[in-house]
């Protein structure tokens, strides 16, 4: 199976890359499926509404069996160019799982929940477990990644959820 750790943020001096390349280095130890870092920034999405849809952006999406999404906490909230980029694509998302990665002064835990409501609209189920990182105490100086060792569990539990739901999903895609 294929997997998209899905990097939300755009904005200059983000810490997203660091924390998708931890997270895909861990998943990266389960050799029987793929982990690829999709980049929302590299597709330069265009706003809903503004301009035709872009198509390798929706591409991407769905040739993807499962999703991790990487997201950071803005204002009690996830970044509005990771909504855009849920929005942006429709069907490409149904009928698939996601597990989601947050970060932020609280762990982005309320980023975390904001998803969930709208990756139900586009028929992606969530798993229970969300690795949530502090920038008080996971990052030097709120930019340098440096999480503690006892948060790799919690990044193997959310795979292990995210790869039995897959599997199941996949069955009735």
């Known amino acids: 199976m294929k997997f998209g750790i899905i990097l939300g943020s755009t904005r200059e001096g983000r810490v997203s890359p660091q924390v998708g390349a931890y ?7 389960r050799s029987e499926h793929q982990f690829e ?15 035709e849809p872009n198509m390798a952006w929706n591409k991407k999406i769905s040739e993807l069996d499962g999703y991790i999404f990487i997201v950071q906490e803005y204002n009690h909230g996830f970044a509005a160019s990771l909504k855009n980029a849920v929005d942006s694509a429709r069907e490409e998302w ?32 969530t ?9 008080f ?10 999480p ?24 009735i895609r």
Request: proline fraction near 2%.
């Open 127 to 135: 798993v229970r477990t969300n690795p949530a990182f502090n920038l």
């Open 148 to 171: 503690g060792a006892h948060m790799a569990a919690g990044v193997n539990d959310m795979l292990d959820e995210l790869l039995l739901w897959s599997k199941a999903f996949a069955t």
């Open 137 to 146: 105490t996971d990052f030097e100086n709120f930019s340098t990644f440096k």
């Open 37 to 51: 870092i999709v980049d929302v920034k590299a597709f330069d999405l265009p706003f809903m509404g503004t301009a």
């Open 23 to 29: 997270i895909q280095e861990i998943a990266n130890q």
């Open 94 to 125: 149904f009928d698939k799982a996601a597990g989601i990665v947050s970060y932020g002064s609280g762990g982005g835990i309320r980023a975390a929940e904001q998803l969930r409501n709208v990756l139900a609209e586009q028929k992606v189920a």
